[in-house]
T-cell receptor, first 115, second 114 residues
Framework: GAGVSQTPSNKVTEKGKYVELRCDPI?????LYWYRQSLGQGPEFLIY????????DSGLPNDRFFAVRPEGSVSTLKIQRTERGDSAVYLC?????????????FGPGTRLTVL | SQKIEQNSEALNIQEGKTATLTCNYT??????LQWYRQDPGRGPVFLLL?????KEKRKERLKVTFDTTLKQSLFHITASQPADSATYLC?????????????FGKGTKLSVKP
């Protein structure tokens, strides 16, 4: 079966623009996670969905960041008024259950560059 | 504040030797700990999970220990191979109401030389 997929793989935008990053989780996985990874750092938690609802959005850095998962499958991470500091690899992961000791399956990431 | 440290940014060893990677944490009481492997340009891949009430976990050539008194986990790769070269990440999870919130270390880049 297919793994977690993310589109686009690369996104270059200008400061101040709006971007959307998409994640297709593994079919049947109820939990979906977004992380951000800067060069030389580990992934940094942003938000976690259980089904359609955001169960934990404590990692979102500010109100320019927003994520949705309207049908409990595909998720979109939206960033408004992008800043150069938003440049990073945005990783999406999914897992089978709601327990947080479930193995997380990661996608390849979207590399966002804000010029 | 909560802090996770992986012993070194890079570790170079000879093929056939045992690689030992360290993950230390402070100001934190994790319910479990996970180890992931990450290759350049790819997302992390799950390797092992160990719970707070477990001392040791093994999977093929991999072994993980978890010492909640020392606040430390050790990750061992025995009979290392050049194909084991990658960045290894430890991640802590609280459990309970913080479901899904994994806190990752920076990772240790392992290079296994033939």
């Amino acid at each position: 079966g297919a793994g977690v997929s993310q589109t686009p793989s690369n996104k270059v935008t200008e400061k101040g623009k709006y971007v959307e990053l998409r994640c297709d989780p593994i079919s049947g996985h109820t939990a979906l996670y977004w992380y951000r990874q800067s060069l030389g750092q580990g992934p940094e938690f942003l938000i976690y969905f259980q089904g359609t609802g955001a169960a934990d959005d404590s990692g979102l850095p500010n109100d320019r960041f927003f994520a949705v998962r309207p049908e409990g499958s595909v998720s979109t991470l939206k960033i408004q008024r992008t800043e150069r500091g938003d440049s990073a690899v945005y990783l999406c992961a999914s897992s089978r259950g709601s327990g947080n000791d479930n193995e997380q399956f990661f996608g390849p990431g979207t590399r966002l560059t804000v010029l | 504040s909560q802090k996770i440290e992986q012993n070194s940014e890079a570790l170079n060893i000879q093929e056939g030797k045992t690689a030992t990677l360290t993950c230390n944490y402070t100001n934190y009481s994790p319910a479990y700990l996970q180890w992931y492997r990450q290759d350049p340009g790819r997302g992390p891949v799950f390797l092992l999970l160990i719970r707070e009430n477990e001392k040791e976990k093994r999977k093929e050539r991999l072994k993980v220990t978890f010492d909640t008194t020392l606040k430390q986990s050790l990750f061992h790769i025995t009979a290392s191979q050049p194909a084991d070269s990658a960045t290894y990440l430890c991640a802590l999870g609280r459990g309970g109401g913080s479901q899904g919130n994994l806190i990752f270390g920076k990772g240790t880049k392992l290079s296994v030389k033939p």
